[in-house]
């Protein structure tokens, strides 16, 4: 069931996935730079990942757009400096004087982090900051999820910018932690299944209108 599309950003964190089989049953991968003539219609999300050529995105943010109008679902992970995404700001780092500013919080309770422990999140292998190191200024009405020391919204759910959803963490790619060792592997397998329960709620809310 091939209904995930992700973009290929030509990193090596990407291109790993290509034939990782646990990415081979949900997720079509293709190059970036084929999205403009690719047929989008069989997805019901879209996959963005940090490293990706924006300013490519940007000349095709129209594309974009229109794809969640359609009533589907963005996750994007990674740092976002220009406006190609609808209703999302640039972000904005995090001043670090020591491992207690990346202490991740819990906004509040999602099913994408479900039985996650924010430790988890908070460090890797005893190294903290690998999760966020900074936010991106949350959109009015946004659901923020997950935030830094002083209340910044490092995960965040946009349902008012566009017909569609847009899902936001401000870190690395959420679905490299099904590697992890500890229990924010369940993120990755967690986020598949809200992305699709998502979708069905967007398709009911269009066909009810």
């Known amino acids: 069931m091939k209904d995930l599309l992700m973009l290929n950003s030509r990193s090596n964190f990407v291109e ?3 034939n990782d089989p646990r990415f081979q049953h949900d997720f079509t991968i293709i190059d970036a730079y ?3 003539g690719f047929d989008l219609t069989p997805y019901k999300a879209m996959v963005v990942p940090g490293l990706i050529d924006q300013e490519f995105l940007w000349k095709e943010k129209e594309l974009i757009r229109e794809f ?3 009533g589907r679902v963005l996750v994007f992970s990674g740092h976002l400096f220009r406006p190609w ?3 999302a700001s640039s972000f904005v780092p995090r001043t670090i004087r020591s491992y207690h500013d990346y202490v991740v919080s ?3 309770p999602h099913p994408v ?3 996650v422990k924010p430790e988890d999140m908070t460090f890797n292998k005893g190294v903290a900051g690998f999760f966020a190191r900074g936010h991106h200024p949350a959109p009015e009405g946004a659901e923020v999820l997950l935030t830094l020391p002083d209340g910044e919204p490092i995960v965040y759910i946009d349902r008012s910018s566009t017909k569609g ?3 936001v963490h401000s870190g690395n790619d959420l679905f490299g932690y099904m590697s992890s060792e500890s229990t924010s592997r369940r993120i990755g397998p967690q986020l598949i299944r809200w ?3 998502e979708h069905e709620q967007l398709q009911a809310k269009g066909e009810a209108v």
């Open 16 to 18: 790993g996935r290509v």
């Open 34 to 36: 084929d999205l403009p």
């Open 68 to 70: 969640l109008d359609s």
């Open 85 to 87: 995404l609808p209703g």
């Open 106 to 108: 819990v906004r509040q």
């Open 113 to 115: 982090f479900e039985g």
């Open 165 to 167: 959803t847009i899902f």
């Open 195 to 197: 992305i699709r329960d």
